[in-house]
């Protein structure tokens, strides 16, 4: 059983524009909600994360906003960049101990 | 500062057969994860510690084990390969009290 969905599986996107990529969870017990970002070929990195206490927390181009009523999060790219090009991964944790990640949204951002 | 590093990257391993895949940090992190990421699947989390001496399972554990007699070394074994085990295993690791995981490059293997 998925512990965390993740939305779309791939997503292409103009330079300049705004990637969306969405997440939805059901254990009420996570508290912590990271992001992490995939190259080709190397380990994925923490990019942003937000605890539930916020609805939205943003870095630089990267914003997460959450929705703890609907149980969802999403992470916005601004200003989407052909070097934001990667994979991105949604995750959950409710002790730290473990994280539940999501499948996966291969973006693609063309020039 | 190395981080997180994976040996080997990449190995294919014949049906039946038995490795180990390695994993250190020198960062001195208490918690130690092993993933598998497969196509479409995300990461799933197959075994973690919290510190030497102490190991428990994760959602994938079958078909795998691993020890952690130092703080430094996370090794996972695989004793009997089976084509489903065809995978990117990444290693992570992080310190008590923050958040942030870091990950090795993982290691591709293949088993035919």
């Known amino acids: 059983q998925q512990q965390v969905k993740q939305s779309p599986q791939s997503l292409i996107v103009q330079k300049g524009g705004i990637s969306i990529i969405n997440c939805a969870y059901e254990n009420t017990a996570f508290d912590y909600f990271p992001w992490y970002q995939q190259f080709p070929g190397k380990g994925p990195a923490l990019l942003i994360a937000?605890?539930?206490?916020?609805s939205e927390k943003k870095e630089g181009r990267f914003t997460i906003s959450f929705n703890k009523s609907a149980k969802q999060f999403s992470l916005h790219i601004m200003d989407s960049q052909p070097g934001d090009s990667a994979t991105y991964f949604c995750a959950a944790s409710g002790n730290f101990n473990k994280f539940y990640f999501g499948s996966g949204t291969k973006l693609n951002v063309k020039p | 500062n190395a981080g997180v590093t994976q040996t080997p990257k990449f190995r294919i391993l014949k049906i039946g057969q038995s490795m180990t895949l390695q994993c250190t940090q020198d960062m001195n992190h208490n918690y130690m994860y092993w993933y598998r990421q497969d196509p479409g699947m995300g990461l799933k989390l197959i075994y973690y510690?919290?510190?030497?001496?102490?190991?428990d399972k994760g959602e994938v554990p079958n078909g795998y084990n691993v020890s952690r007699s130092t703080t430094e070394d996370f090794p996972l074994r695989l004793e009997l390969a089976a084509p489903s085990q065809t995978s990117v295993y990444f290693c992570?690791?992080?310190?008590?009290?923050?958040?942030?995981?870091?990950f090795g490059q993982g290691t591709r293997l293949t088993v035919v």
């Open positions: 937000i605890r539930p206490d916020v």
């Open positions: 510690s919290v510190g030497a001496g102490i190991t």
């Open positions: 992570a690791s992080r310190f008590v009290g923050n958040t942030e995981a870091f």
